[in-house]
């Protein structure tokens, strides 16, 4: 059955295989695993994850496509190892699919226009997969694995929760219908929540945000907004920050230490 890709789901099919198999390798997929899929269309990249033997829960949000895969997956569907959801990614309930912290992996080519709900979905939510491959981008992988050196609230929301790499980039030529922007695929591996261990995780947004708000300003301009009764000058002495530090020049853990010695 042809189909008509539809703009507003963010539909753009994955053609090439090369970039596929990067995805399944990144994934290091084994028969064991649980494999969530978000999106999985026409099951270009459904087809390469059921080929590892791992079990596969897609959730596909349109109903003409419920029917291809149904069709195209029906021997897998037969034997248990591939389970279709129709719905919306972002409004269903992970627990009740029998998703449980950190027993899955999150393999998928998602539709871009809920990128940064599915990071919040997926790294602050209770349930996170050990290891997230998406395919997200290119500007958007390039800020997160911060490639000009420069730290954002983006590269640092995401690497709370585990280890960024950049696995390629992916031309818009390979995909159809031909989108405007290039992509990228984006390994998160060893997720969870152990940076928040000695840290609250509310207070380490809370400065991150202030510390970002004006982007021309210093750090110690931007937070004396709102952490203004600490002595910053003496915290940052103390702390070994040079005290015309950029937010963008900090590294994860400087905002840990940052976070430690504020007091809100
Ligand atoms: N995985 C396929 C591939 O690689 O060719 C399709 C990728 S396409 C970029 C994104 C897919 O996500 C589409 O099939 C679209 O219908 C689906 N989708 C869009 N919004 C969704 C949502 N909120 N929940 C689940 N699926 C969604």
């Known amino acids: 059955m042809q189909i008509k890709a539809k703009k507003s789901l963010g539909q753009n099919f994955l053609k090439s295989k090369t970039a596929l198999l990067a995805m ?9 695993d649980i494999v ?15 080929e590892t033997g791992a079990k596969v829960i897609a959730v596909e949000k349109d109903d003409r496509l419920i029917e291809v895969l149904d069709e195209k997956f029906a021997e897998s569907v037969k034997n248990s190892q591939f389970t279709l959801i129709h719905g919306d990614i972002l409004e269903l309930d992970l627990n009740k ?28 939510g209770d349930i996170q997969p050990k290891k997230l491959v998406i395919m997200v981008q290119k500007e958007i992988a390039d800020r997160i694995v911060a490639r000009d050196g420069k730290e954002s609230l ?15 980039k992916v031309e818009k030529e390979n995909f159809s219908p031909k989108p405007k922007v290039d992509s990228a695929i984006l390994l998160i591996n060893d997720i969870s929540k152990d940076f928040f261990n000695e840290i609250n995780e509310e207070k380490f947004f809370d400065i991150i945000k202030t510390g970002f ?6 750090l110690v301009a931007n937070l004396k907004e709102k952490f203004g009764q600490n002595d910053l000058q003496k915290i ?10 950029r937010s963008e020049n900090l590294k994860l ?7 430690k010695n504020l007091n809100s």
């Open 24 to 32: 399944i390798k990144a994934g290091e997929i084994i028969s064991d």
């Open 154 to 168: 983006l590269s640092l929301s995401v690497k709370a929760y585990g280890d960024v790499k950049k696995i390629m």
């Open 36 to 50: 969530l899929e978000i999106g999985p269309g026409q099951g270009a990249l459904t087809e390469k994850i059921l």
């Open 236 to 245: 940052f002495q103390h702390l070994k920050i040079p005290e015309k530090s």
């Open 97 to 124: 699919m029998g998703l449980k912290n950190g027993n899955f992996k999150l393999i998928a080519n998602i539709p871009y226009y809920i990128t940064g709900l599915i990071f919040r979905k997926f790294l602050s």
């Open 253 to 259: 853990e400087d905002w840990k230490i940052l976070t």
């Open 213 to 218: 708000a004006h982007k021309r300003k210093m």
